[in-house]
């Protein structure tokens, strides 16, 4: 089943409880799965990689404003965003723990005989399509650099 599919059905069944939260978070990704689909350079088609970068982008925003309403001493708009974004990952692949990104860079390091923080783009390039959206891109950029700079 497409993910517009599912949104869909889990669109109607939020309206028929009334759960607000499930409501604005399922209509903010069928909001941007929409203008995707419709912009001029996805030729009208949206690929399960589109569909985890644009849910990885809603959550990463979410996350970035549940820290500015807690610096500006929001804590019930905090807890609104942060909620959305765990409600948004439900969607995403099951994400890696640090330890198995850690295997997957140490291999791909070593697999691609990369030395020092020269190789770093390269090196997380080769991650980012291995892992398929299941880790955070700051997440993989920073095991990777450990990894290069030990």
Same mark, same amino acid.
């Given at each position: 089943?497409?993910? #517009? ?11 028929? #409880? ?45 996350? !970035? ?14 807890? #609104?965003? !942060? ?10 692949? !099951? ?36 892992? !398929? ?18």
């Amino acid at each position: 089943m497409l993910l #517009i599919e599912k949104i869909n059905i889990e669109l109607k069944q939020a309206m028929l #409880i009334k759960d607000k939260l499930r409501l604005e978070s399922l209509r903010a990704i069928k909001t941007s799965l929409t203008l995707h689909q419709s912009s001029i350079s996805s030729n009208n088609s949206v690929t399960k990689e589109d569909e985890i970068k644009i849910l990885q982008k809603l959550v990463k925003q979410r996350r !970035e404003s549940t820290k500015i309403y807690i610096d500006q001493n929001r804590p019930d708009l905090a807890q #609104i965003e !942060e909620a959305q974004a765990d409600f948004i990952s439900t969607f995403l692949p !099951e994400q890696l723990t640090n330890q198995e990104i850690e295997a997957i860079v140490s291999k791909v390091i070593k697999e691609s005989k990369s030395i020092g923080l020269k190789d770093m783009g390269k090196v997380i390039g080769i991650v980012v399509k291995m892992i !398929e959206g299941r880790a955070d891109g700051k997440t993989v950029s920073n095991i990777v650099k450990q990894k290069l700079s030990d």
